[in-house]
């Protein structure tokens, strides 16, 4: 499964950004895809995941009711809506896709999409 992520960028805290991620290859190997994060010097961090269908989401806590994770199966495509940015939320972000969204809770996941930067000044 490949993995080719784009969207991020510098925004003011508060702004928005769409973080998008197309897959190819043997999607049909996996259920999930989602996003992680990383910022320096700290864990990584389960962001959202969503099941191909769109009929499942998960978000971690941190994001809730600010990020919004959708699907668009014929394009292969998974978005990360993110409103209400705060300076907290800077990291890499890292789409990512698994056969199990416990996978991803974790912070782990099978495969994996080169990072992209969201930056957030104050």
């Known amino acids: 499964v490949q993995l080719q992520a784009s969207g991020g960028g510098l925004v003011q805290a508060g702004g928005s950004l769409r973080l998008s991620c197309a897959a190819s290859?043997?999607?049909?190997?996996?259920?999930?895809m989602g996003w992680l994060r990383q910022a320096p010097g700290k864990v990584r961090e389960f962001v959202a995941a969503?099941?191909?269908?769109?009929?499942?989401?998960y978000y971690g806590d941190s994001v809730k009711g600010r990020f919004t994770i959708s699907i668009d199966n014929a394009k292969n495509t998974v978005y990360l809506q993110m409103n209400s940015l705060k300076p907290e939320d800077a990291a890499v972000y890292y789409c990512?896709?698994?056969?199990?969204?416990?996978?991803?809770?974790?912070?782990?996941?099978?495969?994996w999409g080169q990072g992209t930067q969201v930056t957030v000044s104050s």
């Open positions: 969503i099941s191909w269908s769109g009929g499942s989401t």
């Open positions: 990512v896709a698994d056969r199990f969204s416990s996978t991803m809770a974790a912070g782990q996941s099978s495969y």
């Open positions: 290859g043997r999607t049909f190997s996996t259920n999930f």
